[in-house]
Nanobody, 121 residues
Framework: QLQLVESGGGLVQAGGSLRLSCAASGRIRANYAMGWFRRAPGKERDFVATIGWSGGNIYYADPVKGRFAISRDNAKNTVYLQMDSLKPEDTGVYYC??????????????WGQGTQVTVSS
């Protein structure tokens, strides 16, 4: 089993920045992709970004390209999401996911509890 705990959410003004972290613990294997999804108020959960074990296989959803950057530190079993130029439409609960494959997906087996990000206009 793998446990994921997100942190770093909060309230920020439009144009500001936040850095989310997701720490993994448990039976960590050396082939886990990790990534981020988000659920905006009243909407379904959407993919945000994914990163492979070695730091490759990085993909972003179109709405965040050029503004968000995903990275990971395997020595700390942690994945990060640097979010810049935040917009009100980035508001939502951000979830960390992990899976033993090249990329995460909606059906990935491991999920964190989520961290709230609110961007005010």
């Amino acid at each position: 089993q793998l446990q994921l705990v997100e942190s770093g959410g909060g309230l920020v003004q439009a144009g500001g920045s936040l850095r989310l972290s997701c720490a993994a613990s448990g039976r960590i294997r050396a082939n886990y992709a990790m990534g981020w999804f988000r659920r905006a108020p009243g909407k379904e959960r959407d993919f945000v970004a994914t990163i492979g074990w070695s730091g490759g296989n990085i993909y972003y959803a179109d709405p965040v390209k050029g503004r968000f950057a995903i990275s990971r530190d395997n020595a700390k079993n942690t994945v990060y999401l640097q979010m810049d130029s935040l917009k009100p439409e980035d508001t939502g609960v951000y979830y960390c996911a992990a899976e033993a494959r090249a990329t995460v997906r909606e059906t990935s087996p491991y999920w964190g509890q989520g961290t709230q990000v609110t961007v005010s206009s």
